[in-house]
């Protein structure tokens, strides 16, 4: 499959717990990007990356959320102390570049904080 | 700042014509993409603006205005299976923005039989 796949699909954690994401992108795609979608909203935009560079980060990100893209390739969302605020469906979008090309979205996690 | 304002919901039925307007207000301006996203999936493209004018693929057709900070997507003979959200999003245009995309909160579309 050459599409951008993310893992999990879902998780449920407890208030307090550290959780991980991982998003693979296409292979040749030099941008990656992390979005939050909350329900009866659009995706709001988190953090990205070329390569392995994280370019900006959201104001959305707080100092509880890091994200790494090691040899720019495979992605990771690590959110800690999570809290119920948290619990929204997060995706992840690849682009081969910045500014000509559309972004494809994997399937994105649900994450669900109790 | 960047705002991005669309019809939270429309409804037609099965066989019409449905047009979704999008208008927008950013401060860079790198395009303007149309996305489907059925509940609990993920968005797929469906079209891509960047010079004022009308794209059309299928069933599909997409317009833009630059001046107006103006955008619609056009859905012709519509199936059941439209039934979704309809997500318009701007891609930022310069320095840090270029490349993020900026989303509207979607219209959700209800195709009736």
């Known amino acids: 499959d050459t599409g951008v796949s993310q893992d999990p699909r879902h998780k449920i954690t407890k208030r307090g717990q550290n959780v991980t994401f991982r998003c693979d992108p296409i292979s040749e795609h030099n941008r990656l990007y992390w979005y939050r979608q909350t329900l009866g909203q659009g995706p709001e935009f988190l953090t990205y990356f070329q390569n392995e560079a994280q370019l900006e980060k959201s104001r959305l990100l707080s100092d509880r959320f890091s994200a790494e893209r090691p040899k720019g390739s495979f992605s990771t969302l690590e959110i800690q102390r999570t809290e119920q605020g948290d619990s929204a469906m997060y995706l992840c979008?690849?682009?081969?570049?910045?500014?000509?090309?559309?972004?494809?979205f994997g399937p994105g996690t649900r994450l669900t904080v109790t | 700042g960047q705002n991005i304002d669309q019809p939270t919901e429309m409804t037609a039925t099965e066989g019409a014509i449905v047009q979704i307007n999008c208008t927008y207000q950013?401060?860079?301006?790198?395009?303007l993409f149309w996305y489907q996203q059925h509940a609990g999936e993920a968005p797929t493209f469906l079209s891509y603006?960047?010079?004022?004018g009308l794209e059309e693929k299928g069933r599909f057709s997409s317009f833009l205005s630059r001046s107006k900070g103006y955008s619609y997507l056009l859905l012709k003979e519509l199936q059941m299976k439209d039934s979704a959200s309809y997500l318009c999003a701007v891609r930022g245009g310069r320095g840090s923005t270029l490349g993020r995309l900026y989303f509207g909160r979607g219209t959700q579309l209800t195709v009736w039989p």
């Open positions: 603006n960047v010079l004022d």
């Open positions: 950013t401060s860079g301006f790198n395009g």
């Open positions: 979008a690849s682009s081969l570049t910045a500014g000509s090309d559309e972004q494809y």
